[in-house]
Structure formats: C-alpha cells, structure tokens
C-alpha cells in the first residue's frame, strides 16, 4: 500500500506528510520546527502516528492486526520449542542418573 504524500497526525509534532515509505520505515515530514522524522512501519500507527485517510486508516489496522497475530505465534513455536528441549533435558538427567545408580549398584556387590 502505498502512503506516500498521505497526511497524518502526530501528538507531539502535528499534522505531516509522509515523504518516504520503504518495506518498514516511514518519513514523515511535519513543520519547520520538527522536520523530517522517522517511523518503523506499521508499528508507529499503534501509538504516535493517525493516518488522515479513514480508508487507509483501516487498511493499516488490518495490516496491525496480522502482524500481532503472527508475532504471537512465534511467542507460541518458541514457548513450545523451549518446553521441549526443558523435557529432553530432564530426560537426559532421569536416564544419567538411573546409570549412575546402577554403575553404584554393582560397585557395591561383593566379591565372589
């Protein structure tokens, strides 16, 4: 989608213009005063930047919305992946030390 030249608003800097769009980064260009300032894309639309564009504005929002749902599965594969390798590890403790106990065992067996 592209956003070149759409008006947004900013809290702090205002009303202005996205001069620049790249895969994840936006340039925005506000007043004088503020300049050309950089946006991680879609990223900054969840909290410093309103497109003035209500079409967009929902595009965007989806754009948000699947974003997170892909972030959150990743959490989840790497939750998951992680409770694996915490079993493999207890397993690998379980068989040492069933070895351990059995290489004491037969230490301890008198001779004949």
């Given amino acids: 989608m592209n ?15 996205i001069i620049n769009q ?3 980064r936006l340039s925005v260009q506000f007043s004088e005063a503020y300049g050309t300032k950089c946006f991680l894309y879609p990223d ?3 909290k410093y930047l309103k497109i003035c564009n209500s079409e967009l504005g ?5 754009e ?15 939750q998951q992946r992680y409770e694996e390798e915490e079993a493999r590890r207890e397993m690998e403790k ?4 069933a070895l351990k106990r ?3 065992r037969k230490a301890k067996l008198p001779k004949a």
Wanted: cysteine-free; charged content about 35%.
């Fill in 94 to 97: 379980a068989e040492l030390a």
């Fill in 102 to 104: 059995k290489s004491t």
């Fill in 64 to 78: 948000l919305r699947l974003k997170n749902i892909q972030i959150e599965a990743e959490k989840a594969r790497k």
């Fill in 22 to 24: 790249e895969t994840d």
């Fill in 44 to 46: 900054a639309f969840e």
């Fill in 3 to 17: 956003l070149v030249n759409e008006r947004v608003e900013h809290s702090l800097f205002g009303t202005g213009k």
């Fill in 58 to 62: 929902m595009a965007i929002s989806e």
